[in-house]
């Protein structure tokens, strides 16, 4: 069986751009390993922040691989971005990784996938996940109807998220950049 990491939430607003994900790791379909699992982490000198979801070791190693594209191109994210999915989407053995990002900076928030895509989200709010879904419509009607900060919206959109989906509690962790 395979261990699952899920929801992971975006948002950017106001200048500030956050990335929240909640706590629950699952193996299968039913049963919870871990609560409070970090998958939300800073990277290249606290400057960019990186948020994964999908299989747990695959992310890790997806994790890794970004880390090394930041030192190699002095921290340029869209320019790491596009190396990693490059990689990942060439390499025999990365293809298989079941996994995605949403990675920002101050300037950009993308998202990156396996299928070699790196986009960047309209409107600066974007989810991946089990309960991707659920949290990304609960952060564009909050930033829709309410003035709530990017970090208020992230947190209410996960717990929104953990409501409905089983695969997302509310162990929450924020970075902000």
């Not at 190699?72 to 989407?89: D, I």
């Not at 564009?140 to 208020?152: G, I, N």
């Amino acid at each position: 069986m395979e261990m699952h990491a899920t929801t992971i939430v975006a948002v950017k607003r106001d200048g500030k751009t956050v990335i929240a994900g909640d706590g629950q790791v699952t193996m299968g379909q039913s049963i919870v390993l871990k609560n409070n699992a970090v998958k939300v982490r800073r990277m290249y000198n606290e400057k960019v922040v990186v948020g994964f979801a999908g299989s747990v070791a695959d992310a890790f190693t997806l994790s890794s691989r970004f880390e090394e594209m930041l030192q190699k191109f002095s921290g340029n994210l869209m320019r790491s971005a596009v190396e990693l999915a490059q990689l990942w989407r060439g390499d025999r053995y990365l293809r298989n990784l079941e996994a995605m990002m949403i990675v920002a900076d101050k300037e950009k928030l993308l998202i990156i996938g396996g299928d070699g895509n790196v986009i960047e989200p309209e409107k600066g709010i974007c989810a991946i996940g089990s309960g991707g879904s659920y949290a990304l419509s609960a952060a564009k009607a909050l930033a829709a109807h309410t003035k709530m900060s990017a970090r208020e919206i992230a947190k209410e959109s996960l717990k929104i998220a953990g409501d409905i989906c089983v695969f997302t509690n509310g162990n929450i962790i924020i970075e902000e950049v």
